[in-house]
């Protein structure tokens, strides 16, 4: 479910659970497991990347709605897609996202949690439509997605759930370039490179110091899983999220 290609020193990630990379826990600890795997290897820097037009579709709705009842396993298939989010915000090296496509909800939580973001320019959208299935984004992805478009453009952007297009998601720093659809994965190795070239250690600790809000977000606190959980039960939420299945199979 995740392609590992080694380009020297930077390990490139890619998400292959056809046809949207729809996370679920399948993918989820494959993700993490290829983390560390790269990490182990060696690895310098991180290229995660997804499939062609569509990065991520997010968390895999029809697999979490056949879970009915069962609270427990539904809290596990949560618990592993935070748990690949929360290992790529700790990873001890670089991370870009290249998304060469869409990146909705849990797509755009992966990509918040890089270091840098290239997206593929034309019409495709990114952003956190949690509020537009009946979610609340928890207060640590909140806050991933205040540290890049600030304050108040985060408010705007979470209460609507409003998913926007890469010209605009530039201007309003989600993503830090744009390049044609094929370049995405080159540019994000590229740029990666060039902060490889810097001297280590010094690049390395400072990272780590820079980072530390994201870290401090993702920790259980922030996510309040269980409350999450229970929201998920709620019957407005569930018509939500029916409604939406029922549009994806349309």
């Given at each position: 479910?995740?392609?590992?290609?080694?380009?020297?020193?930077?390990?490139e990630?890619?998400?292959?659970?056809?046809?949207?990379?729809?996370?679920?826990?399948?993918?989820?600890?494959?993700?993490h497991?290829?983390?560390?795997?790269?990490?182990?290897?060696?690895?310098?820097?991180?290229?995660?990347?997804?499939?062609?037009?569509?990065?991520?579709?997010?968390?895999?709705?029809?697999?979490?709605?056949?879970?009915g009842?069962?609270?427990?396993?539904?809290?596990?298939?949560?618990?592993?897609?935070?748990?690949?989010?929360?290992?790529?915000?700790?990873?001890?090296?670089?991370?870009?996202?290249?998304?060469?496509?869409?990146?909705?909800?849990?797509?755009?939580?992966?990509?918040?949690?890089?270091?840098?973001?290239?997206?593929?320019?034309?019409?495709y959208?990114?952003?956190?439509?949690?509020?537009?299935v009946?979610l609340?984004?928890?207060?640590?992805?909140?806050?991933?997605?205040?540290?890049?478009?600030?304050?108040?453009?985060?408010?705007?952007?979470l209460?609507?759930g409003?998913?926007?297009?890469?010209?605009?998601a530039?201007?309003?720093?989600?993503?830090?370039?744009l390049?044609?659809?094929?370049?995405?994965?080159?540019?994000?190795?590229s740029?990666?490179?060039?902060?490889?070239?810097?001297?280590?250690?010094?690049?390395?600790?400072?990272?780590?110091?820079?980072?530390?809000?994201?870290?401090?977000?993702?920790?259980?606190?922030?996510?309040?899983?269980?409350?999450?959980?229970?929201?998920?039960?709620?019957?407005?939420?569930?018509?939500?999220?029916?409604?939406?299945?029922?549009?994806?199979?349309?």
């Amino acid at each position: 479910m995740v392609e590992s290609r080694r380009h020297g020193d930077i390990v490139e990630l890619q998400l292959a659970r056809a046809p949207v990379n729809a996370l679920n826990p399948a993918l989820c600890g494959a993700l993490h497991g290829a983390i560390a795997a790269a990490v182990a290897s060696q690895a310098r820097g991180i290229v995660l990347s997804g499939g062609p037009k569509v990065f991520s579709a997010g968390l895999d709705v029809p697999h979490l709605l056949s879970l009915g009842e069962d609270k427990a396993a539904l809290k596990a298939a949560w618990e592993a897609f935070f748990g690949a989010a929360r290992a790529l915000v700790e990873c001890p090296v670089p991370v870009v996202a290249a998304i060469a496509g869409h990146a909705p909800a849990g797509g755009c939580v992966l990509a918040l949690c890089c270091d840098y973001r290239v997206m593929a320019s034309g019409p495709y959208r990114i952003g956190l439509n949690e509020t537009r299935v009946g979610l609340v984004a928890p207060e640590g992805i909140q806050r991933l997605m205040r540290r890049v478009v600030g304050p108040y453009r985060a408010e705007r952007l979470l209460v609507a759930g409003e998913m926007i297009e890469s010209e605009q998601a530039l201007a309003f720093g989600l993503v830090d370039e744009l390049v044609g659809i094929d370049e995405v994965a080159q540019r994000a190795r590229s740029w990666l490179e060039q902060l490889l070239a810097l001297p280590t250690e010094a690049m390395l600790q400072t990272r780590v110091i820079a980072r530390a809000d994201m870290v401090a977000a993702m920790q259980p606190e922030l996510i309040q899983l269980d409350r999450f959980i229970d929201a998920w039960y709620d019957a407005g939420t569930q018509r939500a999220l029916n409604a939406l299945v029922a549009s994806l199979r349309k």
